[in-house]
């Protein structure tokens, strides 16, 4: 594992010109020393005086919102107005997390036992909550919330090519919350690792790659009590039936491919056509795509910014090089902003296209995220063919079926396992209100999204025979 520099400075990958400020690797040692110290503490702290900081930190958060999203667009390059809706869904989170802390962390007592019980949630302890770059507040910022309302401190290791915007964010937490329960470890894989590890970190929420995800499943293989919520990448697939609204299609997968220039665990990165329509739809998708063009982030008009990194943008520029492969549409990687020849990372979509079954499955991307805005389309003669291409990848984050009917809806949804399933939505609408997470490779534990706190804590059983307690008596404790 590479070690991380000491220190580093970004720069904007929307205009390499602008050095952001100089960032330091964080040691993890005294954060965790600090986080032990201050775990029972706070797991003993009442829910409502939890809550009560969270809600003063959330209208905090309210009043630098659009200097947050500001921040992002510039650190990473998402559009502003794509990172002004991820900075509403920050804030929308503390209100739902906290009412789902009083639906799971409330005791159940349970009165069809032998003897008057209570099933407990227990606070677990420091949680280490590791992000990625692309949503750089949004996915960490729900595992942050579920674990602090449940009583565990907090060790937030933000992505390295977003270190601004997480410090910013964590400044309102370690100004609000008490000293220890909260702390900020910046650096790249070898802190990430060193938090994991640690025996005292009790659980671990990780959004980002699968070979990631997997080197801290194999790191702590031993300590089978500590727990490790994995949310991983996808290889997500829209669906169009012959009997589906072409247009609202076409627009959902450009969409769905572009968004975050395709740097979403849930863009459309698949497109599977039944036969009948496909020379229409694909007509439509190429029309609906022209109107993605690279332009600056910061900007109010802007829909595709460029991609975060200048590895992403190498990665991307290798593939388009590639003559093995079948191209619709052939993108480009631009040393240059088109609109004023600013130097970043920018790109425009890219499509392949795999004319029948044996082709689509000897794809080379199935298994593979490039994370950039390229889209596969396939197309199938059946159903049998639809769920043959799209089981043929390990992923099972999101998948979208068009048709205007229920049933074959259901049909194919008996076939498909993905962890969120949409009909007639692009594959990258996944609202804060309903569980987030996938399936097969894609992760575990649903760290992502609505009830994530019901993996926060431990359960306990406690029994009390009655009468064999008094409750007259003193607790010299
Ligand atoms: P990444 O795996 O490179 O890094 C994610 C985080 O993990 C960073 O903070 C990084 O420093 C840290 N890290 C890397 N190796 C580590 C290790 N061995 N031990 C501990 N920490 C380690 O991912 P990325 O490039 O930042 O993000 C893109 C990936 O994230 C894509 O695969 C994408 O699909 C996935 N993602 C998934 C979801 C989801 O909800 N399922 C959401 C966003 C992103």
Same mark, same amino acid.
């Given at each position: 594992?590479?070690?991380?520099?000491?220190?580093?400075?970004?720069?904007?990958?929307?205009?390499?010109?602008?050095?952001?400020?100089?960032?330091?690797?964080? =040691?993890?040692?005294?954060?965790?020393?600090?986080?032990?110290?201050?775990?029972?503490?706070?797991?003993?702290?009442?829910?409502?005086?939890?809550?009560?900081?969270?809600?003063?930190?959330?209208?905090?958060?309210?009043?630098?919102?659009?200097?947050?999203?500001?921040?992002?667009?510039?650190?990473?390059?998402?559009?502003?107005?794509?990172?002004?809706?991820?900075?509403?869904?920050?804030?929308?989170?503390?209100?739902?997390?906290?009412?789902?802390?009083?639906?799971?962390?409330?005791?159940?007592?349970?009165?069809?036992?032998?003897?008057?019980?209570?099933?407990?949630?227990?606070?677990?302890?420091? /949680?280490?909550?590791?992000?990625?770059?692309?949503?750089?507040?949004?996915?960490?910022?729900?595992?942050?919330?579920?674990?602090?309302?449940?009583?565990?401190?907090?060790?937030?290791?933000?992505?390295?090519?977003?270190?601004?915007?997480?410090?910013?964010?964590?400044?309102?937490?370690?100004?609000?919350?008490?000293?220890?329960?909260?702390?900020?470890?910046?650096?790249?894989?070898?802190?990430?690792?060193?938090?994991?590890?640690?025996? +005292?970190?009790?659980?671990?929420?990780?959004?980002?790659?699968?070979?990631?995800?997997?080197?801290?499943?194999?790191?702590?293989?031993?300590?089978?009590?500590?727990?490790?919520?994995?949310? &991983?990448?996808?290889?997500?697939?829209?669906?169009?039936? =012959?009997?589906?609204?072409?247009?609202?299609?076409?627009?959902?997968?450009?969409?769905?491919?572009?968004?975050?220039?395709?740097?979403?665990?849930?863009?459309?990165?698949?497109?599977? &056509?039944?036969?009948?329509?496909?020379?229409?739809?694909?007509?439509?998708?190429?029309?609906?795509?022209?109107?993605?063009?690279?332009?600056?982030?910061?900007?109010?008009?802007?829909?595709?910014?460029?991609?975060?990194?200048?590895?992403?943008?190498?990665?991307?520029?290798?593939?388009?090089?590639?003559?093995?492969?079948?191209?619709?549409?052939?993108?480009?990687?631009? /040393?240059?902003?088109?609109?004023?020849?600013?130097?970043?990372?920018?790109?425009?979509?890219?499509?392949?296209?795999?004319?029948?079954?044996?082709?689509?499955?000897?794809?080379?991307?199935?298994?593979?995220?490039?994370? /950039?805005?390229?889209?596969?389309?396939?197309?199938?003669?059946?159903?049998?063919?639809?769920?043959?291409?799209?089981?043929?990848?390990?992923? $099972? &984050?999101?998948?979208?079926?068009?048709?205007?009917? +229920?049933?074959?809806?259901?049909?194919?949804?008996?076939?498909?396992?993905?962890?969120?399933?949409?009909?007639?939505?692009?594959?990258?609408?996944?609202?804060?209100?309903?569980?987030?997470?996938?399936?097969?490779?894609?992760?575990?534990?649903?760290?992502?999204? +609505?009830?994530?706190?019901?993996?926060?804590?431990?359960?306990?059983?406690?029994?009390?025979?009655?009468?064999?307690?008094?409750?007259? $008596?003193?607790?010299?404790?």
């Amino acid at each position: 594992m590479p070690a991380t520099p000491t220190s580093w400075t970004n720069h904007s990958p929307g205009d390499l010109r602008i050095a952001l400020p100089n960032v330091h690797a964080t =040691p993890p040692g005294p954060a965790i020393e600090a986080a032990t110290r201050a775990a029972l503490g706070w797991a003993r702290t009442p829910l409502t005086e939890r809550a009560a900081l969270l809600r003063a930190i959330r209208d905090e958060l309210q009043t630098i919102a659009s200097e947050l999203a500001s921040t992002i667009s510039l650190e990473m390059g998402k559009p502003l107005t794509e990172a002004r809706g991820e900075l509403t869904a920050v804030i929308a989170k503390f209100d739902l997390t906290l009412s789902d802390a009083d639906r799971h962390l409330a005791s159940e007592s349970v009165t069809d036992g032998p003897h008057p019980s209570e099933r407990r949630q227990l606070a677990r302890g420091p /949680a280490a909550v590791i992000g990625p770059f692309n949503f750089p507040l949004h996915l960490a910022n729900g595992a942050i919330l579920a674990h602090l309302a449940a009583g565990n401190p907090v060790l937030f290791k933000p992505s390295p090519v977003t270190p601004v915007v997480a410090a910013r964010y964590a400044e309102v937490f370690l100004r609000h919350l008490p000293p220890g329960v909260f702390g900020l470890v910046q650096g790249g894989a070898a802190e990430g690792q060193t938090l994991c590890t640690d025996p +005292r970190v009790r659980a671990i929420c990780f959004t980002g790659s699968v070979a990631a995800g997997r080197a801290i499943s194999r790191a702590i293989a031993d300590d089978y009590t500590k727990n490790l919520a994995l949310e &991983l990448g996808g290889k997500n697939a829209l669906i169009v039936c =012959p009997d589906a609204d072409l247009a609202a299609a076409a627009q959902a997968a450009a969409d769905g491919l572009c968004l975050t220039a395709g740097q979403r665990c849930n863009a459309t990165t698949r497109i599977i &056509l039944h036969r009948e329509i496909s020379a229409a739809f694909i007509e439509q998708f190429l029309t609906a795509l022209a109107a993605w063009s690279p332009a600056d982030p910061l900007l109010e008009s802007t829909k595709l910014g460029p991609l975060a990194t200048a590895a992403a943008h190498d990665r991307y520029a290798a593939t388009l090089q590639r003559d093995d492969l079948p191209w619709l549409l052939r993108g480009t990687a631009l /040393a240059t902003r088109p609109t004023d020849g600013a130097p970043g990372h920018y790109v425009t979509p890219s499509v392949l296209l795999w004319e029948n079954l044996a082709a689509g499955l000897s794809s080379p991307f199935t298994h593979e995220e490039l994370f /950039a805005p390229l889209v596969e389309i396939f197309i199938a003669s059946n159903d049998a063919e639809i769920l043959a291409l799209h089981n043929a990848t390990p992923y $099972g &984050l999101t998948a979208s079926i068009y048709t205007r009917s +229920r049933a074959h809806f259901e049909s194919l949804a008996a076939g498909i396992t993905v962890g969120n399933l949409y009909a007639n939505l692009p594959t990258t609408f996944s609202p804060s209100a309903l569980p987030f997470g996938g399936l097969a490779l894609s992760g575990n534990g649903k760290p992502g999204g +609505r009830h994530f706190i019901r993996f926060t804590t431990d359960e306990q059983s406690v029994q009390i025979p009655a009468g064999s307690l008094s409750t007259s $008596g003193v607790c010299n404790a």
